[in-house]
């Protein structure tokens, strides 16, 4: 039976947060360089960058770099001496926006189709695998049927999919929101999140619908429930987001993944790990734990429902009780118990979350350092577990990878041979004059040689075979055993595969003849890309060129549907159309509502 190697991704902020990820279970990373990425704020040095890959490859993880953004013409002599630096110091793929890259002077790197690039069709997709791009990360906004239907059509194409994290309400690589109300444009790595802004919904009449919601705001994603599904649809990848996230989030929720998808391959054979190492996590993972707005599966296979956050964009944390009693000073709950330290929170009367700090608990009764206006029968949740919290800071076990130690003799002195658990060997020799010991050595040998300390490796096993029963002193051992330990991270590193491929610019007809502002084309190269592709009319980024009356968010989510009155379910909406969302400033957004294609426009007014 042949495997599958599936992939978990987790998110860098930083070399600290990538080494993190690794060592509690990724098999890849994927993290920003200084420019070009959708994270303008997690940006990380080509030497930075240099000491994850080194350390990631002992492991046989791959580490992926963001240049995710689009790129003007004066930064593509920048771009194609970044990606030649990339490319040199090992680094695996770059995650890429702008088809200006196709037509770049730069190495053969392997080059990912980002999810800005709207990928959420089999034709698109199509199109990119016979262009050459070895892996599409998906829309998020694609159901199963929808990836398995891709799947189908570019069976050798690898296929990413986000598993859990913080969700865009517009289609990735078609919100232009920030850029028009703030000059901050989401393309270009500086995304203002104005979908997690508060805003009153009226009518054509000016009747106030809802007031002061966060109309935008969606859960957080955790597809967890649904990993075997998504494999069986041919995802290759599980990817977490969060290169913005704290590294206690990267530990917490790449160790929950990695033991979910291992005890998937121990029931599912035809399904492996990606990577190598032994992780040993010191605590017991939950999502419910770390940063969180509440969960859905966003339309993997639920559909809409349960998808929206409207009271806050913040952190809600896991649900604790219901308050029970209130005093002067504390208040009792029902429910699980709170700890010292924690932080908690609570939906007001006016629909509002509001957070406090617990100074203390003493039973179900919680003192909190200022106390806040809960009332009897509120529902409370806990955004900070400070025990949990303080395991996290403490729980930093190291990757190990395995090795089968052989320690024998040759005709000028001693040889220490490893197999690592990936099948690769590893060979050194030391010369010594060789003399019958006093006493057997063969445990002191064993012993010696197991003592890898602060290495990546664990002995798994240690032989020894000599031709007689020779003195070996401890230095020897010693000063073998270091060597061999630098061996083996050299040669895992310089022979770790990366498959150098180009991209196919051989004039494959793309999916359109026309691109609009949507086409995110900011730069001479990509207008060539797409021309010798069929394309027949390029309109500019909308960063270059502002469109008046435009769709600036282009989104599953509607809030029809949030408020029930679906065209498709038949019910109708008691409010005249067009509705209109109003910020806090009075700038209006009419909400245009394509119910064939099932998608929400937010336009400007």
């Known amino acids: 039976m042949q495997k599958r190697y599936i992939e978990l991704l987790a998110p860098a902020k930083n070399l600290s947060t990538g080494i993190t990820a690794i060592n509690h279970g990724a098999d890849a990373v994927y993290i920003g360089a200084a420019q070009f990425g959708a994270r303008q704020a997690a940006g990380n040095s080509v030497e930075d960058i240099a000491r994850l890959v080194d350390y990631a490859h002992i492991f046989g993880v791959k580490v992926y770099v963001t240049l995710n953004t689009i790129i003007r013409d004066e930064e593509i002599a920048d771009a194609e001496k970044l990606i030649t630096q990339l490319y040199e110091i090992g680094v695996d793929a770059l995650i890429v926006q702008d088809m200006a890259v196709a037509r770049m002077n730069i190495p053969p790197i392997p080059l990912h189709a980002s999810t800005q690039m709207d990928n959420c069709t ?9 262009v050459g791009f070895p892996r599409v990360v998906l829309a998020r906004e694609l159901s199963l049927k929808q990836i398995a239907d891709i799947h189908k059509t570019a069976p050798e194409t690898e296929l990413e999919v986000f598993v859990h994290g913080a969700l865009c309400v517009s289609y990735s690589g078609r919100c232009y929101a920030s850029q028009h109300c703030f000059g901050r444009s989401a393309n270009r790595g500086a995304c203002a999140q104005f979908c997690r802004l508060p805003f009153d919904l009226v009518d054509a009449d000016n009747k106030i619908i809802v007031k002061d919601k966060h109309l935008l705001s969606l859960k957080d994603m955790n ?3 649904y990993l075997e599904e998504m494999l069986d649809a041919g995802v290759t990848s599980l990817k977490i987001e969060g290169r913005l996230k704290d590294e206690s989030y990267v530990k917490n929720i790449t160790s929950y993944y990695r033991g979910k998808l291992d005890a998937l391959f121990a029931r599912r054979k035809e399904y492996a790990r990606a990577s190598f190492g032994s992780i040993a996590p010191q605590f017991v993972p939950s999502p419910e734990k770390s940063f969180s707005r509440g969960f859905t599966d966003y339309m993997l296979v639920c559909g809409k429902e349960n998808m929206t956050s409207f009271e806050s964009p913040k952190s809600k944390g896991e649900f604790m009780g219901h308050v029970k009693f209130v005093s002067r000073n504390f208040f009792t709950v029902t429910g699980k118990e709170f700890n010292n330290g924690d932080g908690a929170c609570f939906v007001d009367a006016n629909g509002k979350l509001n957070g406090f700090r617990i100074n203390r608990v003493e039973g179900n009764r919680v003192f909190p350092q200022s106390m806040p206006d809960v009332q009897s029968g509120d529902m409370l949740y806990r955004n900070y577990d400070c025990d949990f919290e303080r395991e996290l800071s403490r729980a930093d076990m190291p990757r190990r990878l395995a090795l089968d130690m052989l320690f024998g003799d040759n005709g000028q002195g001693f040889t220490l041979s490893a197999t690592d658990e990936s099948g690769m060997r590893h060979c050194i020799e030391a010369p010594f004059e060789k003399n019958i010991a006093r006493s057997p050595q063969t445990d002191n040998i064993i012993t010696q040689l197991s003592k890898l300390g602060n290495t990546p490796f664990e002995a798994r096993t240690v032989k020894v075979e000599m031709s007689a029963d020779w003195f070996v002193p401890s230095s020897l051992l010693s000063d073998m055993r270091r060597r061999l330990c630098a061996a083996i991270e050299e040669n895992r590193r310089t022979k ?12 494959i007809k793309y999916p359109a003849e026309e691109l609009d502002y949507r086409g995110n084309v900011a730069n001479g ?15 500019p ?9 435009a769709a600036i968010m282009f989104c599953k989510h509607c809030i029809k549907f949030s408020m029930g009155w679906c065209s498709k379910s038949g019910e109708k909406s008691p409010f005249n159309e067009p509705f209109y969302l109003v910020s806090a400033d009075g700038r209006r957004f009419r909400l245009h509502f394509d119910c064939k294609e099932c998608i929400m426009e937010v336009r400007v007014s």
């Open 496 to 507: 770790h595969l990366r498959k150098d491929m180009c991209l196919n610019d051989n004039g």
């Open 525 to 539: 190269l990509a207008r060539e890309f797409y021309l010798s592709h069929g394309v027949k009319s390029i309109e």
């Open 122 to 130: 089999v034709e698109k997709a199509k199109f990119l695998a016979e």
């Open 223 to 225: 597809r967890s429930d």
């Open 541 to 549: 980024a909308f960063e270059l060129k502002p469109v008046d009356n």
